[in-house]
Nanobody, 122 residues
């Protein structure tokens, strides 16, 4: 089993920045990916960004150029640096774990964190 603990959410004004963290523990594989998804009230869950242990990344078009995902493999931790935040970025952000599949597909992830709320005011 894998446990995921997210942190870093909060309230920020439009144009501001936040950094989310996700720490994985338990029986993590030697090679795996951690991804970020978000869900706003009344909307479908959507992919934000993901990263494999080897460093390959993928981003949703809506966040490219603004968000950066990175990881510290020694700490089993992934970070999401969010810059130039917009009100439409407001959502509950979830960290997830997978050892296979495409980063953009939520069903490929086998473990999920509890979520952290990000609210961007105008």
């Amino acid at each position: 089993q894998v446990q995921l603990v997210e942190s870093g959410g909060g309230l920020v004004q439009a144009g501001g920045s936040l950094r989310l963290s996700c720490a994985a523990s338990g029986r993590t594989a030697s090679y795996y990916a951690l991804g970020w998804f978000r869900q706003a009230p009344g909307k479908e869950r959507e992919f934000v960004a993901g990263i494999w242990s080897g460093g390959n990344t993928d981003y949703a078009d809506s966040v490219k150029g603004r968000f950066t995902i990175s990881r510290d493999n020694a700490k089993n931790t992934v970070y999401l640096q969010m810059n130039s935040l917009k009100p439409e970025d407001t959502a509950n952000y979830y960290c997830a774990y997978t050892t296979s599949g495409w980063l953009r597909i939520s069903r490929q992830y086998t473990y999920w964190g509890q979520g952290t709320q990000v609210t961007v005011s105008s």
